[in-house]
C-alpha cells in the first residue's frame, strides 16, 4: 500500500494544520472547521491528480479548444460528525461526486476498553468508482478499516484512496497491514508516534468533533 504524507513536503497545507493543532487557535470553531475543509480541499487535490482524465473540446466564444477533463466517477466518503469538514471540502473540489455516509462511535466497555459501534451506512453502488474515505483522525486505524469493509457491502471500487489529517504510527500500520491486498492508498496529513492507553493520538490536536460542533453528551 502506498502511503503519501502531505506534511513531509513544504505547502500551505501545513500553516492550517498548524492552526488546527494549537491549543488556543482551535477554541474558535468556526476557523477550526474552515481549517478542516481546507485540508480536504488540499488533499481533494493531491488525489486528484491521480485519477483518470480524458481530452474533451469545449467551444468559447473565439472558438475550440481541447481540455483535459476528469474521466473518473467518483463517491466521497466520511466517518460521522468529525468527518463532515473535511468532506465538504472534498466537495467543494469534486463537485459532481457522490457522497456515503458512516455513523459510528467508540462504545466502552470496561476502563479504556472499548470497541466501534456502527449504528449506519448510507453509501451508493461503488462498482466501477473511485472511492476517496475520509477522516480527520486516525487512532488505532480500526473504525477506518471497519468503515471500508461496510462499504464495500456496496460493491467494490476501482481503488480507495483514504485521506486522514492526523493519523498514529500504530494506525498506519494497522491499516498497511490489514488493508495490504486491497487496492488502497492512505493520504496523510501528519503521522504522530505516540497513542494513549485511551487511543488518543499524541500531540495530535484532541477531539475534532468536539473542536468542530461542540461537546457531545456521554
Do not use: C
Not at 125 to 154: C, F, H, V, W
Not at 168 to 196: K, M, Y
Amino acid at each position: 500500500m502506498k502511503v503519501v504524507n502531505l506534511g513531509e513536503t513544504d505547502s500551505i497545507f501545513n500553516q492550517f494544520l498548524y492552526e488546527m493543532r494549537h491549543n488556543q487557535i482551535q477554541q474558535d470553531s468556526m476557523r477550526f472547521r474552515k481549517n478542516m475543509q481546507r485540508a480536504g480541499e488540499l488533499m481533494a487535490y493531491e488525489i486528484s491528480k491521480q485519477l483518470k482524465y480524458e481530452t474533451k473540446e469545449v467551444t468559447t466564444s473565439l472558438g475550440a479548444a481541447n481540455t483535459r477533463v476528469l474521466a473518473d466517477q467518483l463517491v466521497l466518503a466520511t466517518i460521522l460528525r468529525a468527518g463532515l469538514p473535511m468532506q465538504d471540502g472534498m466537495l467543494q473540489m469534486f463537485d459532481r461526486a457522490e457522497n456515503a455516509f458512516v455513523s459510528a462511535y467508540r462504545k466502552y466497555e470496561q476502563g479504556d476498553d472499548f470497541h466501534i459501534e456502527f449504528e449506519h451506512f448510507s453509501a451508493p453502488r461503488l462498482e466501477d468508482k473511485i472511492m476517496i474515505l475520509a477522516d480527520p483522525m486516525m487512532a488505532t486505524g480500526s473504525s477506518m478499516e471497519l468503515s471500508y469493509k461496510g462499504l464495500l457491502q456496496n460493491g467494490t471500487p476501482k481503488h480507495t484512496h483514504i485521506a486522514t489529517i492526523i493519523a498514529s504510527r500504530e494506525g498506519v500500520d494497522f491499516i498497511q497491514n490489514n488493508l495490504s491486498d486491497e487496492d488502497v492508498t492512505l493520504w496523510v496529513g501528519a503521522i504522530d508516534d505516540e497513542l494513549t492507553s485511551k487511543s488518543y493520538i499524541v500531540p495530535g490536536l484532541g477531539d475534532a468533533g468536539d473542536l468542530a460542533f461542540g461537546s457531545k453528551s456521554d
